[in-house]
């Protein structure tokens, strides 16, 4: 017995290093959050990566977290975050559920962030902007993962905070997170030379999440169409059109996941393009790995159809 006794000890110091060794079982909040972390984590053996929301969520802006939300955090080691105040619903919460619960915030350090005018968040609705007290005049805007440019950054910083976590992968996390580098700044040297060709590269987006997107291809935001997540009025649509004769506004952005009937209207009255762009804030179960990459290469494609036809078809697009 006392052989035995003296055994406990050492088998729960083994079985501690054991599981302090051992990759961390990661859980992402977000959809493109999600989806840079799968990049940097591929071929990490033994890593489990997993989303907090549905894919097909979008931004989670006055989201409420669910018991199976919860169940979620209880068991993660790692949380990554989007930051930049996209997850107001985590709180007070998730701390008391799980304290030693380690957060990678995937926008720290990120420079050159972009400040959202207005008081609400974009995708609110009138009700819903009018019940939220938060006074957002100063926000930043917290949609960088729709840059190439922002995303590539955003990799760098979970690689390195996995590596903290795992130091055992962190060859693997700085190999993954260096080949998306490339991949990104290459899809945004494209979109920029794009930017350069365009005679008037002035547009009007339906919110702010084209912000970092549109720096990236040198592209100027005329106005934002539903600065609260509501319709503009007839007033507002007025003066929308007379803003895009007057600064020469090449085209209207519209989002898939978001009403276009705005934006038609507009572009009927002034004659300019409407074109669709995916901010890959959402997306499919089971994505594969370079949905991102699709996602971007078909908003170039798409923005050269629009605004550049005739090169388009030069280009054998």
Not at 257 to 280: C, F, M, N
Request: hydrophobic share 45%; charged share 20%; glycine share 8%.
């Amino acid at each position: 017995m006392k052989n035995k006794i003296k055994w406990i000890p050492l088998l729960a110091a083994w079985f501690a290093a054991t599981v302090y060794a051992a990759p961390p079982v990661i859980l992402c909040t977000v959809f493109p959050i999600y989806q840079i972390t799968r990049n940097v984590t591929e071929g990490r053996e033994g890593v489990r990566v997993e989303l907090l929301l549905p894919a097909s969520l979008g931004c989670p802006h006055n989201y409420a977290l669910t018991p199976q939300d919860m169940r979620k955090l209880i068991r993660a080691e790692v949380l990554v975050v989007n930051g930049l105040g996209l997850e107001e619903f985590l709180g007070a919460p998730v701390a008391q559920a799980n304290p030693g619960l380690h957060i990678i915030d995937s926008a720290a350090g990120l420079p050159d962030l972009i400040m959202m005018a207005g008081r609400h968040h974009p995708h609110a609705s009138h009700d819903e902007a009018c019940a939220d007290d938060h006074d957002h005049s100063t926000a930043v805007n917290p949609h960088p993962f729709a840059s190439p440019r922002m995303s590539a950054q955003m990799a760098r910083t979970i690689a390195r905070g996995l590596s903290q976590m795992d130091p055992d992968g962190a060859e693997r996390y700085a190999a993954n997170a260096a080949a998306y580098v490339v991949r990104m700044d290459a899809l945004a040297t494209e979109l920029a030379e794009l930017g350069r060709r365009l005679p008037h590269p002035r547009i009007i987006q339906p919110h702010g999440v084209f912000d970092y997107f549109a720096r990236d291809g040198g592209l100027g935001i005329a106005a934002v169409l539903q600065p609260h997540g509501q319709e503009p009025s007839a007033a507002e649509m007025i003066r929308m059109t007379r803003l895009i004769r007057e600064q020469q506004v090449a085209a209207v952005i519209v989002e898939p996941q978001y009403s276009s009937k705005a934006g038609q209207t507009i572009a009927r009255e002034t004659g300019i393009p409407v074109i669709a762009l995916d901010p890959g804030a959402s997306g499919p179960d089971g994505a594969p790995l370079d949905h991102f990459d699709t996602i971007l290469r078909q908003n170039i494609q798409a923005l050269r159809q629009g605004l550049l036809p005739e090169a388009a078809a030069l280009d054998g697009d």
